[in-house]
Structures are given as structure tokens and as C-alpha cells.
Nanobody
Framework: QVQPVESGGASVQPGGSLRLSCAASGLTLDYYRVAWFRQAPGKEREGVSCITDRDTQTLYADTAKDRFTISTDNARNTVYLQMNGLKPGDTGVYYC??????????????????????????WGQGTQVTVSS
């Protein structure tokens, strides 16, 4: 079990950039898949991006494609979400979620979809992103 901690949220103007970080002791893609979810005011939480264990395949929501990039630094036990061209619709609380993959598999969350929230075993407390002029 890992306890992810998010950071990097801030208030920015439309068109700006932010880099969110998700750090946790022992968090490496040898064994874990990591996702970013966000919850906008008054809306359900939705998947934004995720990265798989071992083969580091990435998945993006349509709203994040071509603007956001997920990456990992195993040496720092950190997963990043680089967000460029931010829009007011990107406003929300961004959560990091972790799934422990006991063995390599083409099944499970982040393989073709974000899966159910309940499949993601560990969650951070979230970091607020506000995009407004």
C-alpha cells in the first residue's frame, strides 16, 4: 500500500500551464499504475490520465489529449501531470490514484479505460486547480 500525496495545484489564467506531482514512498511503475482524476464543482469525479506498470502505456481523456502529459520519475517515486493550454473547464480538485498490479497483465484499470474508481486502491487528498481570468 502506498499513500500518494499530490502537489502543484494553483490558480492560473486561461492558456497557462501547471505541473502536478504525485509522490509516494515506494511508488514505481514496476508494480503500480497511477491515474489522475479530477472533480469539478458539482460534477462527478472523472479520469484525466493514467500510466501503466512496466510498459508505461498512457491513456488520456478526450478533454486532456494534446494538452496534458503524464510522466514518471521512478528515482523520485513521483508521477507528474504536465498541463498546458489550461481552460476554465479544467478547474477542479485533482486526485492521484494508485492501483497495485501484482503481475503484468493487459487487464485492469488503465488498460483500455480508467476502470471503476473502486479498482484504484489508494487515493491522495487532492490538489486544487483553478483556471480563471
Amino acid at each position: 500500500q502506498v499513500q500518494p500525496v499530490e502537489s502543484g495545484g494553483a490558480s492560473v489564467q486561461p492558456g497557462g500551464s501547471l505541473r502536478l506531482s504525485c509522490a509516494a514512498s515506494g511508488l514505481t511503475l514496476d508494480y503500480y499504475r497511477v491515474a489522475w482524476f479530477r472533480q469539478a464543482p458539482g460534477k462527478e469525479r472523472e479520469g484525466v490520465s493514467c500510466i501503466t506498470d512496466r510498459d508505461t502505456q498512457t491513456l488520456y481523456a478526450d478533454t486532456a489529449k494534446d494538452r496534458f502529459t503524464i510522466s514518471t520519475d521512478n528515482a523520485r517515486n513521483t508521477v507528474y501531470l504536465q498541463m498546458n493550454g489550461l481552460k476554465p473547464g479544467d478547474t477542479g480538485v485533482y486526485y492521484c490514484a494508485v492501483y497495485h498490479a501484482p503481475h503484468f497483465s493487459f487487464l485492469g484499470p488503465c488498460r483500455g479505460g480508467f476502470g471503476r474508481e473502486a479498482e484504484w486502491e489508494d487515493w491522495g487528498q487532492g490538489t486544487q486547480v483553478t483556471v480563471s481570468s
